[in-house]
């Protein structure tokens, strides 16, 4: 379904701007390529959500956050200053829009909130592996901690094991150093008669 944007001229602008041509130094889906290791194809679909995020905060006003993998693009995008400062900002979105330096985690960030509710308005809901769910850290957390448990449990019996086998080992070569010694102490005499 395809939705009526809020600003169809900003979006126009962004359509038409190529982030893999002049003004920029190097193809913008080339440098996310090399960074980040993801095929081309995933890397044009990144490029993609980031143009999203830059017509969401150029036609809102309001400070968003991007998720990580579109801040990753942002920050790239943003190193090739000339072509970021000089012609994307002020050409296309009209405004500069800067990066913030320590963004929150996305769980604890209500501008990333925001970010998906104007998103889910503009284009629909957010495809997760590019917006993660921001209650996806309290998962992670629990997820984390049911690991940190788990392998705690499981050094706890091989410790205990450990002991149990050591205790066993132990006890079979005191066992045979007392029967060694029980059976030196016998008198056993002629073990091998001799044959006459």
Known sequence: MRREKRDRRLWHRLEGYSFHERPLTRSLIDRLHEESGHSIDVCYTLVEEY???????????????????????????I????AYFQ??????????????ADPLPIGEDPAYERTLEFY??????????YWPDPDVGAVN????LMWSVGLT????????????????GAFVI???????????SLPLQNL????E
């Open 79 to 82: 190193s090739d200053e000339k």
């Open 153 to 168: 449990a499981f050094a706890l019996a091989l410790l205990i094991g450990s002991i149990i086998f050591a205790a066993f």
């Open 120 to 129: 889910a308005r503009e284009f629909g809901r957010a495809q997760v592996q």
């Open 87 to 100: 012609d994307f900002c002020p050409r296309v979105i009209g405004r500069t829009i800067h990066y913030a």
């Open 174 to 184: 005191t066992g045979s150093m007392f029967l060694r010694w029980k059976f030196s």
């Open 192 to 195: 091998h008669p001799e044959t």
């Open 51 to 77: 143009r999203r995020f830059m017509y969401l905060v150029g036609c809102t006003g309001e400070t968003l956050a991007p998720s990580p993998i579109v801040a990753l693009v942002w920050r790239l995008h």
């Open 141 to 144: 957390l629990s997820s984390f």
